[in-house]
Each structure stands twice: as structure tokens, then as C-alpha cells.
Nanobody
């Protein structure tokens, strides 16, 4: 009943920029937090950036100063602006939703997007 649709991934040269978007659709009552995670080949999934509905953010040390997460609650969309991309940023990026959805009553739900591939060439 809640779906995440990611877009914006692709191939980019080192030093370039990309903006990822994640649109949340469904019976949403309240977004508590949204996040971007990534998983590189042979590595564990890691948190890249997260934002609460109140606007608090946190970032992985590896992306601080380069990536910016933002959210548009009216559009139920979270963005990840990625600047100064490095080859080590290459990974599948996953959008994560945490919030309340409406069924017969509000219920907490965590939902993952299918992922979008970001490839940074050197």
C-alpha cells in the first residue's frame, strides 16, 4: 500500500553531480523519516543520509559536505543531491521510508525502494 519510486541514477564522471528522487505513494498518514542507503558490490548496505519530518539530518562521514538530503512533504518526495562524486560512491542506492500509514488505523511501516544504480567513472 506504500510504494517508493526512485529516479535519477545513472552513469556520471568523477567530480560530477546527480540528484536522486524518491516519491512515496500510498495511504500515508505521516512521514517520520526518510533515508538513502547504498550498497556497493561485496559490501554491506550503509546509511548515506537521513532526514526526519522535522528537518533534522545526518550523513555518513564519507559524504559530508558533498551530499545533501531534503524532503518535500507536500509532494511526499525526498531528494539526494550528490556533488563531487567519486568512484567509491558507485553503488545501488535505496530509498527508505519510515512512518505511519492508514489501514483500519494508523500503523507504523518501513518500506524500501527497489534501488537505483549510481555508477561513477574515473
Amino acid at each position: 500500500q506504500v510504494q517508493l519510486v526512485e529516479s535519477g541514477g545513472g552513469l556520471v564522471q568523477a567530480g560530477g553531480s546527480l540528484r536522486l528522487s524518491c516519491v512515496v505513494s500510498g495511504s500515508i498518514f505521516k512521514i517520520n523519516a526518510m533515508g538513502w542507503y547504498r550498497q556497493a558490490p561485496g559490501k554491506q548496505r550503509e546509511l548515506v543520509a537521513a532526514i526526519t519530518s522535522g528537518g533534522s539530518t545526518n550523513y555518513a562521514d564519507s559524504v559530508k559536505g558533498r551530499f545533501t538530503i531534503s524532503i518535500d512533504n507536500a509532494k511526499n518526495t525526498v531528494y539526494l543531491q550528490m556533488n563531487s562524486l567519486k568512484p567509491e560512491d558507485t553503488a545501488v542506492y535505496y530509498c527508505n521510508f519510515q512512518g505511519l500509514v492508514v489501514t483500519t488505523k494508523p500503523a507504523y511501516l518501513e518500506v524500501w525502494g527497489p534501488g537505483t544504480l549510481v555508477t561513477v567513472s574515473s
